[in-house]
């Protein structure tokens, strides 16, 4: 009777030695699967951003681009009404002003700050050729410099931020 006792036991316990191995290797596949798609999660939502932040500095390059053409194109044209330069160049810097609010709260700060010094310097630009300056005035030349070194400065954060730097 003792034998057969120790056999029940000794077969109750490999089949509950089995159980409990297909218990844990279930719990250790799930774990590992869960920490696999938080991983590739993670790395989707890190390339969506990129995605999504080179989008709006390529919009706010584009529209900060159209509104110093248009400045530029103002400046030169010095026989053209004041009230004309005026609605021309309000008209090109408007888009500007949404795309940096939108930048403002997708970028680091790092960007942030060169894209504000960026703008003040075309607003800086606009209200001279508002104003009357001509592209050979100093006023314009000075203005221009300004907003150069700052778009300059711009570009290069954006780059770093989009680990783009040549």
Not at 122 to 137: E, S
């Amino acid at each position: 009777m003792l034998f057969t006792r120790y056999v029940f036991v000794g077969v109750n316990a490999v089949e509950w030695m089995t159980l409990a191995s297909t218990v844990v290797g279930g719990g250790i596949a799930t774990v590992s699967a869960g920490v696999l798609e938080r991983r590739r999660w993670k790395r989707e939502r890190g390339e969506q951003r990129t995605e999504t932040r080179r989008a709006v500095y390529g919009s706010y390059l584009t529209a900060l681009a159209k509104a110093r053409h248009a400045c530029s194109l103002m400046a030169r044209e010095s026989d053209a009404p004041v009230d004309e330069r005026r609605r021309i160049v309000w008209d090109a810097f408007e888009p500007c002003i949404s795309l940096r609010y939108e930048l403002s709260i997708s970028a680091p700060q790092f960007v942030v700050s060169p894209a504000e010094d960026t703008f003040r310097r075309l607003r800086d630009i606009r209200d001279a050729v508002a104003q009357g300056a001509p592209a050979q005035g100093d006023e314009y030349a000075r203005c221009r410099m300004r907003y150069d070194e700052a778009h300059v400065a711009l570009r290069s954060a954006m780059r770093r931020d989009l680990d783009a730097e040549p």
